[in-house]
């Protein structure tokens, strides 16, 4: 297929007037086809950019520069028409400046390089929850990604062509080949010209200069988290930060679980989780991302809009994530900033395991001795979910799945138990509101010191966050709804000489349990000042080997620390000004009189 063919005149014009611009060599419309894949990933090989592993199957290494290696939030920008739509949680440029600054950096960007049209679906393609996207980017390493992460093909055009919406995404690594300029393996712009935009208006994605991860994959955070949680809030339904799970009781009985945690939190361990307690099943539906809509039974419905897993390979293991580790050994899997062992495999911190050389992500000889880090700490693994031995077989239900809880969490040392029960709906906008991790405090009057990250969209949601709160508050008022319920939950409580209370990893299943039992209305909760948690003996710890403080510790209300609390989150909740809903301040004073 080429530019020519398409007939819808909003694409071809979009699709004609970067391609003016940048001025590539080439211009290739991706079919989502294996031999294409295959092609590109070879060509990279012979480039350089890409090594070929001798294992996992099928599989390929690259690094990027050492100047591109994470999201860069400082970089990333909302261009709402008016600044007070951005909130105080983004960064916002004017969209006209931006656009007429774009004029100028995309002027040539793609001089000597191919021109890739990616026609996508985040979800899968019949789905009523699911939205296309078109992504034209100078990255072949980006195409390779985007055909693990979403499902790419000309049937989108199709749809597109029969008048279905797309969001357009527009990606430049901001490295033209004019002149005597030589390619490098990750080409990418400096710091100061690198910009991800986002122009929630007109569903547009702009970012230049960065190749990696989030700022280029613009199907993940850019289009699934930032410009649908704009869709969401104007067409009534819900984007958000959060795994999908389905947890199936020894009875048979079945629930999906959707939980929020901020990244690098082991959303993706959760999601695979091996439970520790008999009989209890956990298999995946996501690990990053749901979209959410009201079924006509009230019920919310959920779906995974992506294809793959984009995970952090440091920390993954055997013993952290067996199924993780079982997806990627099953090949087609491709590992940035990773080591690489001196057998074609690869390898990163916590592996299990213990190569005694290796070559590291900065391409210099490594051995336990070189006292620096093998891989970078924000390696990734692209693997497909489809692959998975713990996938669900209804993860790609177009319909979606039912969701009967929600999980909010952050990583808290003090104060915040193990696990709670909001009062009600409004009491859990609160709670995912006020979702904070504990700062790794500098200095000792920084102790203590909250990192609030509501929702754990902090850097994702892609509007004002007082009227994302507002948006929580009304899906809870829809007539007819069969709400979720909502819990807190905390994996990282310590002790006061350090050491973790719970044990987490498989034993979060006992929590999942309690949950579940919840949803079904059990009697085994007690209603405290700050919601309900586990009456005694009814959270599951057989077997588990867990002193009785601890566990006290675990399943107390410290009403001295929470009342600690309070004043950060009225310095929190004060940022968002008059746009923060009078509910919140509610929740607040109720809860700080219940506090007495
Ligand atoms: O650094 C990046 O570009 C990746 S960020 C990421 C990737 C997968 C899942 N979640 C995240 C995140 O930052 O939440
Ligand atoms: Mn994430």
Redesign the pocket.
């Known amino acids: 297929m080429q530019v020519s063919d398409i007939t819808n005149s909003n694409l071809k014009t979009w699709l004609q007037k970067w391609i003016d611009l940048c001025e590539p060599t080439d211009v290739v419309i991706c079919d989502g086809s294996k031999a294409q894949y295959d092609q590109l990933c070879n060509m990279m090989v012979k480039s350089g950019a890409f090594i070929k592993l001798d294992k996992p199957a099928n599989s390929y290494h690259t690094r990027s520069d050492k100047t591109d ?3 860069v939030e400082d970089r990333t920008y909302i261009c709402s028409a008016r600044q007070e739509d951005a909130g105080p949680t983004n960064h916002w440029k004017d969209p006209k400046e931006m656009r007429a600054e774009f004029d100028v950096l995309f002027k040539g960007s793609m001089k000597g390089r191919t021109l890739y049209v990616i026609p996508f679906s985040m979800g899968p393609i019949e789905s009523p929850i699911s939205k296309y996207g078109i992504e034209i980017t100078d990255s072949p390493y980006v195409v390779v990604n985007m055909c693990i992460m979403t499902r790419v093909g000309t049937a989108i055009i199709k749809k597109i062509e029969a008048g279905a919406p797309f969001v357009k995404c527009m990606h430049s690594v901001g490295y033209p080949l004019d002149g005597d300029t030589a390619d490098v393996p990750w080409p990418s712009a400096p710091v100061e010209k690198k910009y991800i935009t986002h122009f929630p208006e007109d569903r547009e994605i702009i970012s230049f200069g960065s190749g ?4 280029a994959l613009l199907g ?2 850019c289009f699934a988290l930032r410009i649908a949680s704009v869709q969401a809030r104007d067409e009534g339904w819900m984007a958000e ?1 959060m795994l999908i799970l389905k947890l199936t009781s020894p009875k048979g009985e079945v629930k999906y679980v959707a939980a929020a945690f ?3 939190c082991g ?1 993706t361990n959760l999601a695979m989780m091996e439970p520790s307690i008999p009989g209890w099943k956990v298999e995946t539906i996501g ?2 991302i749901a979209w959410m809509k009201f079924g006509p039974d009230g019920q919310l419905y959920a779906i995974n809009p992506e294809a793959g897993f ?3 390979a440091p920390g993954t293991s055997m013993k952290s994530n067996p199924n993780a580790m079982r997806t990627i050994n099953r090949g087609n899997s491709i590992f940035t900033n990773t080591a690489i062992t001196l057998d074609g495999g690869v390898w990163w911190e916590d592996h299990d395991d213990k190569p005694a050389q290796l070559v590291d992500w900065r391409r210099r000889p490594w051995t336990p001795a070189s006292g620096v880090k093998a891989a970078h700490p ?1 390696a ?1 693994f692209t693997t497909p979910a489809g692959q998975c031995p713990v996938i669900a077989p209804e993860w790609e239900d177009p319909k979606g799945v039912p969701i009967s809880a929600f999980l909010f969490g952050g990583r808290r040392k003090t104060v915040v138990p193990l696990v709670n029960e909001a009062l009600d709906w409004e009491h859990g906008v609160f709670l995912g509101a006020t979702m904070a991790s504990e700062t790794t405090a500098a200095n000792l009057a920084e102790v203590g010191k909250l990192r609030f990250d509501p929702f754990a969209m902090l ?2 949601c892609g509007y004002h966050m007082g009227d994302y709160f507002k948006h929580w508050l009304k899906i809870g008022k829809k007539a007819g709804a069969k709400l979720p319920k909502i819990f807190y939950v905390n994996w990282f409580r310590r002790g006061e000489d350090g050491h973790f209370l719970w044990p987490g990893f498989g034993d979060n299943s006992r929590v999942l349990e309690w949950v579940f039992n919840r949803c079904n209305d059990a009697p085994t909760a007690r209603k405290t000042p700050i919601g309900y948690l586990p009456a005694e003996g009814t959270l599951n710890v057989k077997g588990l080997d867990i002193p009785a403080s601890d566990l006290k510790d675990l399943l107390e209300v410290d009403v001295q620390g929470w009342k600690a609390v309070v004043p950060q989150i009225e310095e929190h909740f004060a940022k968002f000004g008059d746009r923060l809903p009078k509910e919140m301040m509610q929740q607040l004073e109720a809860l700080k009189a219940r506090l007495g």
Do not use: C, I
């Open positions: 290696v994470a999201r990696y991860g989030g700022n993940k955070k930060h901020p990244s690098a959303k690990d990053d984009f995970g952090v924000n990734r850097p994702f």
